[in-house]
């Protein structure tokens, strides 16, 4: 139960007499960034549904900066300090958390399930221990925790009882050492909710998504995210607009596609919004390339209705600054746009069918 710190020094030794080899020299280290208590806490709410990566594989501990073996629990009863973990967050207004645990993995995989041990007595998880302070403590000089509980898996951890606008650390420890990789996700009536609305619509041979967010304060950006699976996401648009925003997804997957939204904090935690899925079931394309363009666009149209299609082009401010009409008679066709006479920007175009529909609708940016 005794952590100690250990600084590799190479010798330049050879080993053995008849063949000697040089001793083995250090290839990597890998330390988990949480391993220390933050120098800094959060000057604001932590938003809700934010998540953060743990990494107590590499963890370790240090008697200098970890609390004593009894200022784990709420009791004093004492538990081990072997390998830990911290993080700092700030609630809103008091209430309930909401923790919860996914991708849990130990290593090795069997030790999630290891029981030797004495009965009642954990010797396996993760110990998760709250404290009410602002700042980090001394080494050895923790105060009692408001919360001490342990997990062995993926799950919620539920939360009461905190107070209004006010700073907490949480601790994670590996009940005798154990080696685990895991995210836990906050949510709750104590946080904020930043993303307010995500919702879309399916167009004709495109998809629209558009979103409300609050309190973006320490946020350092946006991005919209896609999958055809719901499993596997894809960055879609990497710098969305803040706030209220829209994008249209001029190629959507042909079937169903799931898309989230995802804030980047300023610590580098992440929010998810919740994931819509928008069926697109047409089998006729049009396609919009390069994007971003630089004095052309080309598009793409395959099994369309032969007739007259209109290309129009928009501005931020929703004014029509450029228009083609186009003569569609084979099955695929290709029709190059000339937009020099366009100023860099964004634009939104649209293209108009032989019945005057909307068939295509997508956000473009001219360089």
């Known amino acids: 139960r005794l952590g100690a710190a250990y600084i590799i020094t190479p010798k330049g030794s050879l080993l053995g007499s008849c063949d000697p080899v040089s001793e083995m020299v250090q290839l990597a280290t890998t330390s988990e960034p949480r391993d220390d208590c933050s120098a800094t806490f959060p000057s604001a709410p932590t938003p809700s549904n934010t998540t953060i990566a743990f990494d107590l594989v590499h963890a370790s501990s240090n008697k200098f900066s970890d609390p004593s073996w009894k200022q784990l629990t709420t009791d004093g009863s004492g538990t081990g300090v072997t390998n830990t973990a ?140 896609r999958s055809a699976d719901g499993i596997s996401f894809e960055v879609l648009n990497n710098a969305v607009v803040r706030r209220n925003g829209s994008y249209d997804d001029g190629d959507p997957f042909t079937g169903k596609n799931y898309y989230r939204l995802v804030v980047v904090n300023d610590d580098r935690s992440l ?32 099994q369309q209705a032969s007739g007259h299609y209109l290309v129009s082009l928009h501005n931020t401010l929703g004014q029509p600054v450029w228009q083609k009409t186009i003569w569609i008679t084979s099955n695929t066709a290709l029709e190059k746009l000339q937009l020099d006479v366009l100023p860099a920007g964004l634009y939104h175009l649209t293209v108009y069918g032989p019945t005057g529909n909307i068939v295509k609708s997508a956000t473009v940016t001219l360089h």
């Open 271 to 302: 929010q998810y919004s919740n994931v819509i899925v928008l069926n697109n079931r047409e089998t006729g394309t049009i396609k919009i390339f390069p994007v971003p363009a630089l004095k052309s666009l080309n598009l793409m149209m395959s």
């Open 86 to 225: 911290y993080y700092a967050f700030q609630t809103n207004s008091g209430g309930n958390l909401s923790l919860t645990v996914s991708g849990y993995t130990t290593v090795p995989a069997s030790l999630a399930a290891c029981t030797a041990g004495p009965p009642a007595i954990p010797v396996a998880g993760i110990q998760l221990v709250i404290y009410q302070v602002a700042a980090c403590p001394a080494g050895q000089s923790f105060p009692t925790p408001v919360v001490s509980t342990s997990f062995n898996g993926d799950g919620i951890i539920p939360i009461s009882g905190l107070a209004a606008n006010t700073s907490y650390l949480m601790l994670l420890d590996g009940i005798e050492n154990t080696k685990a990789l895991f995210n836990i996700t906050f949510a709750g009536a104590a946080l904020p909710l930043r993303i307010v609305e995500f919702t879309g619509m399916t167009l004709s041979g495109a998809n629209r998504i558009w979103w409300k967010t609050e309190l973006e304060e320490h946020v350092s950006g946006m991005r919209l995210e």
